[in-house]
T-cell receptor, first 113, second 113 residues
Framework: AQSVAQPEDQVNVAEGNPLTVKCTYS??????LFWYVQYPNRGLQFLLK??????LVKGSYGFEAEFNKSQTSFHLKKPSALVSDSALYFC???????????FGTGTRLQVFP | DAMVIQNPRYQVTQFGKPVTLSCSQT?????MYWYQQKSSQAPKLLFH???????NEADTPDNFQSRRPNTSFCFLDIRSPGLGDAAMYLC????????????FGDGTRLSIL
């Protein structure tokens, strides 16, 4: 069965510091991995995806993620956090030959000035 | 800009009074999804359409129905809303034959009196 784990309910970081939001996955076959961000009372905004190719994926708003097959991880990173990055972040996986996204439980990122 | 539009953004209905939420898209995507999201939890897939083919999730209550009269529009009908149906309802679209991510609308927040 496919699954996604986001082990941290909340991540706190000071503005200007690097941030990491963790995600691990379990899927049969090659995974399609996604990160979405959700601001209050808004839908999910796509940040980046890994389908194939380079393990380091660059996305919107300065975010990047590193695909690590041996550790089955796809952690979201940003070199320098902004207060405006404070939001709810979801990791998701879509397995091969399926159209459904399996979401993690979400991680709330709080960036303090 | 091409986008996914949900109306209304906020909907209040009475316990047991039928309600319809709408979603429209200008992306010409062949797949449309409806999700239910409760208080910062992960979105839960209710059903999706591939063109006009309806795919219901096994655990979606019978109280929830959907219609897709054409490519651009999709409706979520809740026949007899209960207090437990208060949630954010998210519509998303995707072109099945691509590796592109799902595009989400900003959701409709449903309150039950």
């Amino acid at each position: 069965a496919q699954s996604v784990a986001q082990p941290e309910d909340q991540v706190n970081v000071a503005e200007g510091n690097p941030l990491t939001v963790k995600c691990t996955y379990s899927v049969s076959g090659n995974p399609y991995l996604f990160w979405y961000v959700q601001y209050p009372n808004r839908g999910l905004q796509f940040l980046l995806k890994y389908i194939t190719g380079d393990n380091l994926v660059k996305g919107s708003y300065g975010f990047e993620a590193e695909f690590n097959k041996s550790q089955t991880s796809f952690h979201l990173k940003k070199p320098s956090a902004l207060v405006s990055d404070s939001a709810l972040y979801f990791c998701a996986v879509r397995g091969y030959n399926t159209d459904k996204l399996i979401f993690g439980t979400g991680t709330r990122l709080q960036v303090f000035p | 800009d091409a986008m996914v539009i949900q109306n209304p953004r906020y909907q209040v209905t009475q316990f047991g009074k039928p309600v319809t939420l709408s979603c429209s898209q200008t992306l010409n995507h062949n797949v449309m999804y409806w999700y239910q999201q409760k208080s910062s939890q992960a979105p839960k897939l209710l059903f999706h359409y591939y063109d006009k083919d309806f795919n219901n999730e096994a655990d979606t209550p019978d109280n929830f129905q959907s219609r897709r009269p054409n490519t651009s529009f999709c409706f979520l009908d809740i026949r007899s809303p209960g207090l437990g149906d208060a949630a954010m309802y998210l519509c998303a679209t995707r072109r099945l034959e691509s590796n592109q991510p799902q595009h989400f609308g900003d959701g409709t927040r449903l309150s039950i009196l």
